[in-house]
Structures are given as structure tokens and as C-alpha cells.
């Protein structure tokens, strides 16, 4: 079980998937939604969580002030973890939306027309450095982030993150096996 660290939701637990996604665990959120709190970025943000697992990091957005959260997840027993997880927290389907589909088709489809604040993206480490760069191309190129918006990848620290033309690391950091880079579109 995976539980809600802080804001309205608080202390609520979040069933997770038996196989096929690696959660982000409680350390970790902290240290990236305190570092996401001094920035502002929060409050009445439009989150998008792509390859959201149980949905943690979106949630956990949306209990800490963010108004929406788009979350992606293409497996679909995940999704319906994800389903599940907020009927049980009672969230209004006006502040949350799921959709079982793969990241990538997601933010490539002319139907996406949203502006986010934030975007998480936490792929399985072993096509994450491939996956992270197709969506960053394709934020960028079909505008899916605000001018000050941020983009948080998780990804192995094992494995080399190095984003493509158009975008910069704003902040980088490890937290054993795993690294939250943190990007901005360049200026």
C-alpha cells in the first residue's frame, strides 16, 4: 500500500498494483512535492501523470492544491487500480480523469489541447530515457506546457537522461536507485 503524504487527502492509502508498475515511493514524493511547494507551481495546478501506476503522484498533486489531473496509464488493470483508488477517496470526476492509453499516443493526440502546469512522467526504468525524450518532443511541439511549467521525470540513476533540443534541467536529483530530473522548456 502506498499512502497520501500530505494536504486534504493526508493519510489515505492507495491499493497498487500487484505487478507491472514500480511506485514511486514515500521518500521520494515528499522530496519532490516539498521541492514542487516552493515553487508555487501547485496551487490550482492542471497536472498531467503519465505512466501514472496507481495514480499516486497525481493524487497526491490534487490533495496538495493542484484544480486538475489528467492521469495516463496503459495498463489496464493499473487503470482500473487507479478507478478504484478514487472512487475510494471520493474525488469529483470534475477534478480528475483517467485514461487507459499509452503516454506517448496521449499527449500525440489532437484531442489533447490542454496547457499544463506540471507533468510527471515515471515510465519503467527500462524504456524510460527513450520514452521521457518521445513525450518531451511532443509537449513541446504540440504546446501541452505553460511557459513556467515544469516537466518531472523519474528515471533510474543508472541510465542517462539527456533532453532533447528545446528543453533544459531546471534541477536534478538522486535518491538511491532512483533520479527526479526536473525540466523546463528552454528559453
Known amino acids: 500500500m502506498t499512502r497520501i503524504i500530505a494536504?486534504?487527502?493526508?493519510?489515505?492509502?492507495?491499493?497498487?498494483?500487484?505487478?507491472g508498475t514500480r511506485p514511486t515511493s514515500d521518500r521520494v514524493r515528499e522530496a519532490l512535492f516539498s521541492s514542487l511547494e516552493t515553487t508555487g507551481l501547485l496551487d490550482g495546478a492542471r497536472v498531467l501523470d503519465l505512466c501514472a501506476g496507481s495514480g499516486a503522484l497525481g493524487i497526491e498533486a490534487l490533495s496538495r492544491g493542484a484544480q486538475f489531473?489528467?492521469?495516463?496509464?496503459?495498463?489496464?488493470?493499473?487503470?482500473?487500480?487507479?478507478?478504484?483508488?478514487i472512487a475510494g477517496l471520493n474525488l469529483a470526476s470534475t477534478r480528475i480523469a483517467v485514461h487507459a492509453r499509452d503516454a506517448r499516443t496521449f499527449v500525440a493526440d489532437e484531442a489533447t489541447t490542454v496547457a499544463y502546469d506540471l507533468v510527471f512522467i515515471d515510465p519503467p526504468y527500462d524504456i524510460a530515457p527513450e520514452l521521457i525524450d518521445q513525450c518531451l518532443v511532443t509537449i513541446e511541439d504540440r504546446q501541452l506546457?505553460?511557459?513556467?511549467?515544469?516537466?518531472?521525470?523519474?528515471?533510474?540513476?543508472?541510465?542517462?537522461?539527456?533532453?532533447?533540443?528545446?528543453?533544459?534541467?531546471?534541477?536534478?536529483?538522486?535518491?538511491?536507485?532512483?533520479?527526479?530530473?526536473?525540466?523546463?522548456?528552454?528559453?
Do not use: C, F, M
Request: glycine residues 6%; hydrophobic residues 40%; without cysteine.
Open 7 to 19: 494536504g486534504d487527502l493526508a493519510g489515505q492509502r492507495l491499493a497498487v498494483p500487484s505487478s
Open 145 to 187: 506546457l505553460v511557459a513556467d511549467g515544469l516537466v518531472i521525470a523519474e528515471s533510474a540513476t543508472r541510465s542517462e537522461l539527456d533532453p532533447p533540443a528545446g528543453w533544459q534541467v531546471w534541477r536534478e536529483k538522486a535518491y538511491g536507485e532512483t533520479r527526479l530530473t526536473y525540466l523546463e522548456l528552454a528559453q
Open 69 to 85: 489531473a489528467d492521469l495516463v496509464e496503459s495498463h489496464h488493470k493499473s487503470a482500473a487500480i487507479i478507478k478504484k483508488n
